[in-house]
């Protein structure tokens, strides 16, 4: 077997050099090159090559049946798609606190009940593991701890394991490279032994992953290419709910949510949205609406609250939470230029309840009918929802899942939906339940809201 060497290669242009360099050698660039494990090429008596792989119809493939296993916890399941993949990779990111080795703690001891699971400890000492353990109230005899930082001796630990959960991905090393560990080299060479591994011997990794100050997982963005599902934990470490966000999912799909809550005796998820995504006292002050969004396979009804007040300087401030901001200042053009609303002197801030991002467009109406009642001082009622899509001409555009949206509203007590005119089809048939109100344009639909 050939023996391998290090080298550096440009991150920009590709470049190879046997030493690093502050600055590429081949296209100028500072702080690209990065550290890579390389093997000498092998001679034509050496080298061998496999029978190469013959194309096929598309009718001839056969479909692969992928089994799911239930992790305990069902949020966790349906952000997954339905449940644990054999053989896949899992990545869950998330701020340093969040919950990430708590949530992947009750995971594994429920898994350990039934398979052999192993849980690979990098930050924390076997007993600190035990200690959450025990805080949780869990009771996983079966789950085999080792703390270790060198990922090259997890092979011989893997004999019979069908769940590894590796925390964390920046705190392990290979021995092939000699930078330290969370390099850009070594977090990218250990991935792709996780991903050997997975793949040849059927054994799902949960991988933890840290996030840098601006919210994006640290290291290689090959790390997120390698893996078949990336999840972010987002929530205030304050606050008791954490979001659980599906980014990417190559066995479900990519825009599931699942919403818990941080407790003492562990992460429970949470299956009533209503107490989460809406207030008590919405309808009572100007500036807050409810759309019914839709999130993955479900929908769920999230307030939306904002706050217009004079502005004490000459230019006026804009703040969003939940909502683009580039979507925020667009709807506040509409509502300027279509309406008649003049926000140049008013500090506008907005905010989704719950700390869930709204990035459909159907949101847009909702968004309009908040900015318009805290611009009024005019409150909507409580038991209105409304969604639809915003144009810059100010008509409101049809939107997907019309259906799912006003039968949520249904269920959840609500008495009044305002919905764009070209989805009126899809809601007839729940006109004996609810009044529908359809919409053609933004200010058709301020006039229907506030001068009833």
């Known amino acids: 077997m050939a023996k391998t060497f290090t080298q550096f290669v440009c991150g920009e ?215 078949d599902t990336v999840l972010y934990f987002e929530g205030e470490n304050r606050e008791n709910f954490r979001i659980l966000r599906a980014v990417k999912n190559r066995f479900g799909n990519v825009q599931e949510v699942g919403v818990f809550e941080m407790t003492g005796e562990g992460i429970i998820p949470v299956t009533d949205y209503s107490g989460v995504f809406l207030s008590e006292s919405r309808g009572e002050e100007a500036g807050s609406a409810v759309t019914p969004s839709q999130t993955g396979a479900r929908c769920m009804n999230v307030e939306i609250q904002t706050l217009v007040c004079k502005t004490n300087f000459g230019q006026p ?15 506040l053009a509409v509502l300027e230029k279509r309406c008649g609303m003049n926000f140049s002197a008013y500090d506008v801030y907005i905010n989704a309840m719950g700390g869930i991002k709204l990035n459909e467009p159907a949101c847009d109406l909702a968004i309009c009918a908040a900015l318009a009642s805290a611009y009024t001082g005019k409150p909507i009622d409580k038991y209105t929802a409304v969604f639809g899509e915003v144009g810059l001409t100010g008509e409101v555009r049809a939107v997907s899942y019309c259906e799912k949206r006003v039968a949520e509203c249904v269920k959840m007590g609500f008495r009044k939906i305002l919905l764009p005119a070209k989805n009126m089809k899809s809601a007839a048939k729940y006109a004996d339940k609810i009044a529908i109100v359809p919409v053609l344009y933004v200010n058709t639909m301020i006039k229907n809201l506030f001068n009833d």
């Open 13 to 227: 242009c590709g470049g190879i050099t046997h030493s690093w360099m502050g600055k590429c050698p081949f296209c100028g660039k500072f702080n690209t090159l990065v550290e890579e494990s390389a093997a000498p090429a092998e001679t034509k008596k050496e080298k061998k090559r496999d029978a190469p792989a013959k194309a096929k119809p598309l009718s001839e493939i056969t479909y692969e049946r992928y089994d799911r296993t239930s992790s305990g916890i069902s949020e966790f399941d349906n952000v997954l798609g339905g449940g644990i993949v054999a053989g896949s990779l899992i990545l869950i990111g998330g701020d340093p606190g969040i919950g990430k080795s708590t949530l992947l703690t009750q995971i594994a001891a429920h898994l350990s009940e039934e398979s052999k699971t192993l849980y690979f400890s990098a930050e924390e000492s076997c007993s600190q593991v035990k200690l959450r353990a025990e805080r949780l109230n869990l009771s996983p005899d079966k789950l085999l701890i080792i703390n270790e930082t060198c990922i090259d001796d997890l092979e011989d630990e893997l004999d019979g394991v069908r769940f590894c959960v590796i925390d964390s991905i920046q705190a392990v090393y290979t021995d092939d490279l000699s930078s330290s560990s969370g390099s850009v080299g070594q977090v990218r060479e250990c991935a792709t032994k996780l991903m050997r591994i997975a793949k040849s011997r059927g054994i799902t990794f949960f991988i933890v992953g840290h996030v840098t100050k601006e919210g994006a997982l640290a290291g290689p963005k090959v790390l997120e290419h390698i893996m």
């Open 317 to 331: 401030r804009r703040m969003s939470l939940g909502v683009d901001y580039n979507k925020l200042a667009l709807l």
